[in-house]
């Protein structure tokens, strides 16, 4: 039983989850979490459209003509608000050539952030905490400020579904290493 366990989080944690890949030069990670809007819309247009294909196929879950308008408005409104969230985020550390790379991946484009990696003096994680919720993430300290640049750089903008403080830690800490910076975490 433990080892089906193992196998289904192995297997949620490679669709929806942060790989970090280590190279002799480079860092790379990708972060996979949606966030929550994304991924309650994508779940939902799944559900819905299932409803709709098996009542258009005659499988019979008591929806009349009404039901079929109930339930296919609320999966267009969920295909719609899946274009609002990324897909997901990959982070990039080239040592030889000094750059990072930040990446955002959305349904129809794909934003990215470059710069220099030697800006960045310390690493960490910040914890916003407000009255109901609390967000993770990841921040680059730098030197200065560098032509309007902030002293701190967030690597994800938004709050990500399944935001632990320990995913977190591990993406600060192979950044910690990759680039040989101190740890400075934040509250």
């Known amino acids: 039983m433990f080892a ?3 196998k289904i989080k192995g297997m949620i944690n490679w669709l929806i989850g942060v790989m970090i890949i280590k190279r ?19 779940l939902g247009a799944v559900f819905f459209s299932l409803v709709f294909i098996f009542s258009f196929f005659g499988y019979n879950f008591f ?38 790379q930040f990446a955002r991946q959305f349904l129809y484009k794909k934003e990215v952030i470059e710069g220099t990696i030697s800006q960045f003096c ?11 919720w609390e967000k993770h993430s990841v921040i680059l300290r730098s030197e200065g400020i560098f032509l309007g640049l ?31 910076i101190p740890r400075i975490d934040a509250e």
Request: glycine fraction near 6%; hydrophobic fraction near 40%; aromatic fraction near 12%.
């Open 63 to 100: 929806i009349d003509s009404l039901g079929i308008w109930m339930v296919g408005i609320p999966g267009v409104v969920c295909v719609g608000l899946s274009f609002r969230g990324t897909i997901r985020e990959q982070y990039i550390f080239d040592r030889p050539s000094d750059t990072y």
């Open 150 to 180: 902030a002293p701190v750089q967030e690597i994800r903008a938004t709050k990500p579904a399944f935001n632990f403080w320990n995913t977190e830690d591990c993406i600060a800490q192979a950044i910690h290493k990759f680039l040989n």
């Open 4 to 6: 089906l366990y193992e």
């Open 122 to 132: 310390g690493v960490g994680v910040q914890t916003v905490t407000h009255d109901d």
């Open 24 to 42: 002799a030069e480079s860092l790379i990670i990708e972060d996979r979490r949606p966030t929550w809007p994304m991924l309650f819309s994508v």
